[in-house]
């Protein structure tokens, strides 16, 4: 059998739940999803995800949406889509 090593992350407790929801569905295990991470970055010889940083819009826009400041919800998407012309 192969060695294997000994990988330990930190991770809070609701991004970890969230996650493992969406692996159950996949049939996944954490281990199993990280196994195949680490395997795609070797075969690949890079990240495997497309990250881009927001630009300054999106950045103040996210920031806003954080602390709650300027948030705007809507009952239906017709009502959003109505705003929209506003």
């Known amino acids: 059998m192969a060695q294997t090593v000994v990988i330990h992350a930190r991770i809070?407790?609701?991004?970890?739940?969230?996650?493992?929801?969406?692996?159950?569905?996949?049939?996944?295990?954490?281990?199993?999803?990280i196994r195949l991470f680490y395997r795609q970055?070797?075969?690949?010889g890079e990240f495997p995800l497309e990250?881009?940083?927001?630009?300054?819009?999106?950045?103040?826009?996210?920031?806003?949406?954080?602390?709650?400041v300027d948030v705007e919800s809507f009952e239906s998407t017709d009502e959003l889509y109505a705003s929209w012309d506003e």
């Open 41 to 44: 970055i070797a075969l690949r």
């Open 12 to 33: 809070d407790p609701e991004t970890k739940a969230a996650s493992e929801e969406v692996l159950e569905a996949l049939g996944l295990t954490p281990t199993e999803a």
């Open 51 to 68: 990250l881009k940083r927001p630009n300054a819009m999106t950045a103040a826009a996210l920031a806003g949406a954080d602390q709650e």
